[in-house]
């Protein structure tokens, strides 16, 4: 009996260091790995926005490949220093080192509906604080064209995570011909099991030149 506590105790030990170390991971092994990833988006951005003949790059999502990154992601209430690279691409191979554009829908600053998703937890939890943003919030996307100033329109939505209907051209309104220029985020809920999601949409305010809204 008691050499079989003991071999108990030690798999518990095991099992509970293996756990340890999954989640230790997942928080910030994923963390590092989507840091440095984000580090080489800016850089490749930077090289590509100073390139004059690159202007028509992001006009049309076609052109784009899976993880290419194409815009940066700035919410002011979020802190000076929140900016996240998103890429083109929803697949977990993208939402592993950046935030994805959803295939499909607008690009930015276009009449429809622009889709981003992000993690909630893990890959530098960039949506972590989503469910925080509330109408006037202001949501910033700078690409090669151009800045586009989003404004939240109302409080976060949970949705099933089946539920498609948010990333309509018109938010919740499938079959309604998009007129306005929209945003829509969307992140898991709860942060680990993603049985739901959470999603904050907002529509264009203002256009500025990329040098000046930067």
Excluded at 112 to 119: D, P, S
Excluded at 137 to 157: D, E, F
Excluded at 172 to 201: E, F, K, N, Q
Aim: charged share 10%.
């Amino acid at each position: 009996m008691r050499r079989c506590l003991a071999v108990s105790g030690e798999l518990l030990t095991t099992l509970g260091v293996v756990v340890l170390g999954f989640l230790a991971y997942m928080y910030w092994g994923t963390a590092m790995r989507a840091s440095t990833a984000q580090h080489a988006f800016a850089r490749e951005l930077a090289t590509e926005w100073s390139a004059s003949d690159q202007l028509a790059a992001v006009t049309s999502p076609a052109g784009l490949p899976l993880g290419k990154p194409f815009a940066l992601l700035r919410i002011p209430q979020l802190g000076d220093s929140w900016q996240f690279a998103v890429v083109q691409g929803a697949g977990l191979a993208q939402l592993a080192l950046a935030p994805g554009h959803v295939p499909g829908t607008a690009m930015p600053g276009q009449v429809g509906n622009f889709v981003v998703a992000g993690h909630r937890v893990t890959a530098g939890n960039p949506f972590w604080r989503l469910p925080s943003l509330h109408p006037g919030t202001v949501v910033v996307v700078v690409t090669i064209n151009a800045s586009y100033i989003y404004r939240v329109t109302g409080p976060p939505r949970w949705v099933l995570a089946d539920d498609l209907a948010a990333i309509a051209p018109v938010p919740y309104h499938r079959g309604r011909p998009a007129r306005l220029r929209m945003i829509t985020l969307i992140t898991c809920d709860s942060p680990w099991t993603g049985t739901s999601r959470v999603v904050v949409t907002g529509v264009l305010v203002r256009a500025l030149p990329r040098q000046q809204g930067s």
